[in-house]
């Protein structure tokens, strides 16, 4: 462990514990952080910091942290905002290793300032800061609760790191209704320094926490964060709500966390990169959270449903192809496996019906036969209360059913639904950590949450690919760009960058004048495009800038004549350089290939449907950069255009393998030329398989000197 990593530790594991602001008043967050730690049975040294000194809830009170004898692990500061930077400065000079700042008032409200000298006085010494404006945090291996509102928290293997305080607060209270254990909450709050890729990467080889549910609003650093998830989630479920999906929703996120929320799409996209499943309420995240923490690994892809009702195993059916949950249909074995256990008048197909007239032991019966054959790896029990059922019967049948199931290494989901007696049945196995649900689809998307982690794991590989591209000579273009005061290429220097990448762009040529455009129209042949080229016009076809399929001579000279009235209209002030002239390719699918600069994630792909819908549409998808191809393959498949490159209505499949190379080809240049922030080739014009692409109109823009 380097020096950070073993400093991240000592925050999870202190043997030395202060906290500035104690107070002998129990109505005050100093008095109740010294309580939590007590009565948590933290076992470390505790040291109470005020200027009153004295004696609380039975320790030593110290007037000033540097009086305190001994290193300390963790200052806890619990004091107005105006005096916390005095504090920050005096745990440097003691030497603590770590901060948590549970007062607020700074970022979040605007206070940049004082939150960023905090930064640089507890970075000189190499201290870390956790917050401010958080609850504090729980770790159940030192058995330390410094928050400064929840009680016996339960001891377990599921850790929660969260940005929002009060529904951290809030989300402790429900792990104790859902019985679910923590290894770990860690408030995050403003992010100022520690930040979630910090305490993952002590979590990855912490043995207790075997899940990881995390609660975002923003990100600050996604490049160090990327890599970090990858790694965790090679090893355990990583579980993600995210909120902001909405434009007001994120601009009430920054608002609250002084951190910007991002484009959502590229949120999403990237998690799923990372192996992250991301939950789209709290109910899911503590659903598949407490699943996934006792979840064996599904030998195979066979699911089978058993049922009492058709209803509800249609609904199953339906829910467990939403969630990627494949059902075994050999009938011939299903039959075999299933036949002792089911009437004459039900039915062995997958969904299995043992029908109304169950009783407790069929259900025995036909429970136990999945959780032992060879053939079935996963199950769903599902259950409608009925007259003739022998309801006290239920709760003892689940509990074997589910032992079986557990011994035998197998996943198993039940549904059950019914009334008064079903709802007590639940409550008492939920507190058994038997996975239980009221309805269908919670339960099946637990189940198809396992397959999806379990199946990314055995996918993900650690390699990248980039392309070879003439770095030099793109970089060369920049100067120039840069030289002439520009933040953006004009189209023949986009079209050099492209070369430069291998990316195949049409045959053109730049004329200043008419003679100079008949002169090289005649030259190339037709047909031709003829395009606006100036500084000043980025949106060609917006200003009139862009006229399609000229054959001949005559027209050259009237497209040039309307291409510059139309452009001087549109803005009198644009410097017009003259006109491209390009070959007009023939017909293919438009798709849009780009890469940008992301402010949290850096180096972002994306790829979708082209054209002048672009926007319109938005059948786009994004990833992280660098991606290997198969990564590659997989967002191009993404996009609800993909049959069209696949070929439909007769139509060959298209080049595929030349849309991954251009993706990682754009992804290499942003990757290399640091000075580049965007890039969109739109229309990228595809043909069919082998026979290429061409990039028909190329914008790149530079970061702003």
Known sequence: MNDTNETIRSLFEPESFAIIGASQDPRKIGHTVVRNLLSGGYKGKIYPVSPKGGIVLGQKCYADIR????????????????????????????????????????????????????????????MRILGPNIFGMFSARASMNSTFSATGILHGNVAILTQSGALGIAMIGKTAVENMGLSAIVSTGNKCDIDEADLLRYLISQDETKVILMYMEGVKNGGDLIPVLRETAKTKPVIVIKSGRSKRGAMAAASHTGSLAGSDGIFDSIMRQCGVIRAGTLEEAFSWAKFLALCPKPGGD?????????????????????????????????????????PSFGSTKNPVDITGGAMAGDYELALSAPATSEYMDATMALYCETATFDSENLAPMIRDTFKKHRAA?????????????????????????????????????????????????????????????????????IDGVVADGRNFLLTNEGQEVMMAAGITIPG???????????????????????????????????????????????????????????????????????????????PGLELVVGAIRDGAFGPIVMCGLGGIYVEVMKDVCFRSFPLNRREAASMVSEIRSYPLLMGVRGEKRKDIEGVIDAIIKVGTILKKCDRITDIEINPIVVYEQSKGLKALDVRILLKKS
């Open 508 to 586: 053109s040529a730049i004329a200043k004048n008419i003679d100079e455009a008949v002169e090289k129209a005649e030259k190339m042949g037709y047909p031709l495009v003829m395009k606006i080229v100036s500084r000043d016009i980025i949106h060609k076809s917006d200003a009139g800038g862009l006229a399609l399929n000229l054959e001949n001579r005559d027209e050259v000279v009237a497209a040039f004549e309307a291409i510059m009235f139309n452009c001087r209209n549109y803005n009198p002030e644009a410097v017009i350089e003259g006109v491209e002239l390009a070959e007009m390719v023939s």
């Open 409 to 477: 290494g197998k996943p198993i989901v039940y549904a059950i639904v019914g009334g008064e007696s079903v709802e007590k049945a639940m409550v008492q196995l939920k507190k058994e950590n038997i996975p239980v649900f009221n309805d269908v689809e919670p339960a099946v998307s637990c189940m198809g949450t396992a397959y999806r982690y379990f199946r990314y794991r055995e996918q993900i590989t650690g390699d990248f690919d980039m392309a070879d591209i003439d770095v030099d000579r793109i970089n060369r273009i």
């Open 302 to 342: 066979r699911g089978v449903i058993v049922t009492n009702g058709g209803g509800i195993g249609v609904m199953a059916t339906d829910a467990c192809e939403k969630y990627g949950v494949e059902l075994y249909d050999n009938q011939d074995v299903l039959k075999y496996v299933f036949d002792s256990a089911t």
């Open 67 to 126: 009086e305190v004898p001994g290193e300390i692990d963790v200052a806890s500061i619990v004091i107005p905002a105006g005096s916390c930077v005095e504090a920050v400065r005096q745990c440097a000079e003691k030497g603590v290793k770590n901060v948590q700042i549970i007062t607020s008032g700074f970022s979040e409200t605007g206070n940049r300032r004082d939150e960023d000298e905090m930064v640089s006085i507890a970075a000189s010494s190499g």
